[in-house]
């Protein structure tokens, strides 16, 4: 198996020390310093790497070395596979202060990029900074070296991924115009084979080129001097990078060679001549006669003589001009994923055997173009005018006027808008065509998603695409809505509308309607999509809205995600929360995050009931299921599984206590386990988003269902007591909230401590709502509480005692925790010091349990500690009841109490009080007879 | 039209921040750690505090410490969606070298990583869980997450194709060559590409020549 050996290998390098290490850079050094580059090379340096990366404490190496690696990387002789090694190793061990590498002098720029990617692992702005002036400059002086320019696009995004400021506007203007270019005019025949690498990657072209630049920038280029080098070939020299056009050149090969001198021509005349010339000298009618590509004349005088030239030739008359010259080889034109020849101008979407330079080119292009123009920002400092456009937004006019706009004429930043605009409708109907390969069909659909986020920038940095966009939109989501295979371009389209919506007067409600609705119900189960939807919904939040609504009243779908995969989406979700939640939904969206295993265990019958048995199962399929299944399909349950299956918030709430014994047998999956053990986070981050707004009526409602909750949850191993920890603290927090639910729930509170016949889960949730009523029913937090009251919840917690202490000492229960006996004490003392006449009985009641702990069979029952405490409290208690005015002063404190004078002040009565009290309760029943 | 996400300062960034390939253990493993086998990280974040500058070995501990971090993640996250399909953990068993490995059936999923933890920014991981090795992407918060995970198979595949990983040995950790001249065509600085299959096809060759076995 591929992970055997790794872990002694590891282990090893780890423990490498520096002599051998010494030895190791000893022999690298002696090896590049003569520059053998052969199989022992390749060895050590493969081992060096090993070493330096396989520990996370720094490895160093001595200068030597360091200075060896940084000369076999900008070697031009040096093998890739060697500078790949020598590029990793450096990358290593960086950051590093004694790197002198600089790309200034490499030429290659497949070099340059490893030359860069160590310059840019170093972390420091300023090298970015040079790094990026210097792919400009070769950029811009159009004499690229090896395998072309394709190297330098990704070096460039990189940088201004790093270090947004790090070109000049300049440099930002050629690359847009540049982009541009190699987005709309790649050409639309296939490349030759024997040249993967694409034109400029063999040693002919570099000839080419030569032959070309020395030519006078704008004015008209001839084309001999280049062809006639390129008909007598020199030699290739023996270069790593030759390796596609190496060895002899058939004869056909020349006439490739001039169609793609021929090629390049036209190229360099597009690149330098149409953008300065054409505005001048061509007229805007033969601009808008040769279709919206925006070439210039120049260009025209290329188009006669070479077939390649699609994108400079009137469409009509492409294939004609093939016929022209029958002698060359014919590629033939790039195809469309699904075979048809290609309809229109080149993009990712367009297959052949092999392709051009520019083919490259506008592939990188299209891959860096979206962060590329969010870089480029809103407006840009190209476009001065941007403030006056948008104020014209989505109005007719300005519609006209940037559709008729020539896109040559624009400035760069507003011309590559609108080469990327066209582009991505284009990408938008090539992804409607049926690939051939599965590979492609893929490719089609994360085409789909990038041109709609594309166009979203477009739109948002210059909103006269909007017009133009939104029909084209209206109609992809039209599409996607019916293609279950692309759901997840939806998420970008309804992003779409989100951000362009309002200014477009769209209803966009619809959209967000379906994507709420259908989404999560009938793709809960894919992983990345559930990331996705979540993202969106939190990036997304502050544009919803008014149509915020639609989102908060999916709650009950979005928690299929959550239910389904719960260990990614926690965080998610409880960042999601406190935007989810508002007071209409706040029971309901508690109810069901209580419910959410039983949420878990109900899509997994889902799905066993729906997935085609072909598929793969997504289930456990070692948990067994049938009786659930039959139950699923019971029409019996069909009300409360729906209910629980729901898409939108219902407004009620619905016990669901049947499933959760139906559903028994899918307790003990680990997916259902999981998502229990995310709840308690979950009800953390509810209660704390909730309790930012809830009134006291909402937080009556809260702690009634709480209660009642409370001993209706699916029963997933550890799974009550972690929630009733949540709950017991919050129902604590929303007494403190609102003390006077206490005496309004008075009768819900009674049949609570009535009903349960002993604590649960630990006991945390009773011993709570215990300690509540101790604390609030008083009239000094409500004066609506009566004597009759007091003395109900007396008689109802006294008889709790009575059964949990004396009724059944049984061995088969377990056993009361001292903390629930304790406050249980306690409060009784509270409620008789409000309600004197109850003093006696109660003293009666602690004498009891003082008798019962210092029993030995307390003590075995609850552990010698656990009675030592029962009696403890139970002294203290009686002691202080001895004197009720005291009893009542510090049971029932006022409100006052919790001023800061009242423990500053010695004169005031409190610490005195505290004082005579600790006196009476510490010195046991000394003092006073017990 | 006001947008939040353009008022920040920082633009919103969209490209991947590192790759890296590590060790997938059974889920409670007694044996061993969690090992990154190879890492590269495309471009260093900047040191938060320019004024205090870490010294470069702390910055490097840092780099590989925040690398490592995400594949325990990973490693967690690929074992609890194992256990949640019932399948105890990903398939160990050593399988013919001659058989594809089963790409599209391997447990594949996302994540985020909240700022500041481990990265300055907010990224997003996308994983692949393969026999038993983990490949992750680390991505800016807006990168394409539908390209990423094709491109994190396609590299997947070359990987098990090129470096041979089915054959017993240490090919992964002896052969970085070949993962860096994979990376350097089809993942250039951290780029996704949008590659059809042709494109894919011709680079595989353009690597082949470059890297003969």
Known sequence: PPGSGFQSLLERQGEIRDEELGRLCSRVCALLGREDWGPDALDALRRLFLIVSATKHGRRLEQPCVELLQAALCSPTCPEQLQLLCAAVLREVSPSRSLSLTCDRVQNTQQLGLVASVLLAQGDRRQVGSVGQCALRVLESRQPEGPGLRHLLPVVSKVTNLAPDALHEEQTNTLNRRLGDWLRHASVQQGIAHSSGGFFSTPRARQVRLGTRHLPGPGPLSPLPALTRALVPEPPPSHPYSGFGAGSQPPSLCCSVVVEALDMLARVTCLTGCERSSGACVPAAAVQGLSSEGVGGQGRGSCAMSPVLGPFWPRTQGPAALRVLPCLPQPGPVTEVDGAVATDFFTVLSTGQHFTEDQWLNVQAFSMLRAWLLHGGPGGSSTPDADDRSELEGSTLSVLSAASTASHLLPPQERLREKAFEYCQRLIEQSNRRALRKADSELQKACLVEAVLVLDVLCRQDPSFLYRTLSCLRALHARLCGDPTCVRALLPVAQFFLHHGEAAAVDAEAVYQHLCTRIPAEHFHSPLLALEFVQFCRASLPLFGRHLGVLRSSFPNLFKFLAWSSPPLTAEFVALLPSLVDAGTAVEMLDLLLDLPCLTAALDLQLRSSQAASEKPLWDVSVRAAGCLEAFRDPQYQALFQHLLRAKASGTTERLVPLHQLLQPLAGCARVAQCAEAVPILLQAFFAAVTQFADGTLTSQLALLLLERSDTLYEVPGYQARVHKVLSSQFLALCTRRPSLVVEQAKELLEFVGSLGGPHGGGHMLTSVVWAIGEYLSVSWDRRCTVEQINKFFEALEALLFEVTQSRPSAALPACPPQVITVLMTTLTKLASRSQDLIPRVSLFLSKMRTLAQSPAAGSAHGEEDARAVLTRATELLNLLKMPSVAQFVLTPSAEVSEPRYHRDTNTALPLALSTVSRLVERDAGLLPG | ?213
Not at chain 2, 9 to 15: D, E, G, L, N
Not at chain 2, 84 to 102: F, K, N, T, W, Y
Request: charged share 20%; hydrophobic share 45%; aromatic share 6%.
């Open chain 2, 1 to 213: 039209m006001t947008d939040s996400f353009e008022d920040s300062c920082v633009p919103p960034r969209a490209m991947v921040h590192a790759f890296l390939i590590h060790t997938l253990r059974a889920p409670k493993a007694e044996e061993g750690l969690c090992r990154v086998l190879y890492s590269c990280v495309f471009g260093a974040e900047e040191s938060p505090d320019d004024l205090h500058p870490h010294g470069a070995e702390r910055d490097r501990l840092l780099r590989k410490e925040q690398i490592l971090a995400v594949a325990r993640q990973v490693e967690s996250m690929c074992q609890l969606q194992q256990q949640a399909c019932g399948r105890p953990s990903v398939d160990l068993q050593p399988q013919s070298s001659d058989e594809p490995v089963p790409l599209h059936e391997a447990p594949c999923g996302a994540f985020c990583l909240a700022a500041g933890d481990p990265f300055q920014e907010p990224r997003t991981v996308v994983w692949l869980g393969v026999l038993s090795l983990g490949f992750a992407l680390v991505l800016d918060a807006h990168e394409n997450l539908l390209l990423a995970e094709s491109t994190l198979r396609l590299l997947a595949r070359l990987l098990f194709d090129h470096l041979r990983l089915l054959v017993p040995g240490a090919n992964l950790l002896l052969r970085a060559d070949r993962i860096e001249g994979i990376l350097a065509r089809f993942l250039p600085h951290g780029q996704l590409l949008f590659l059809n299959d042709q494109f894919v096809q011709g680079l595989e060759k353009e690597f082949s020549a470059a890297c003969p076995r």
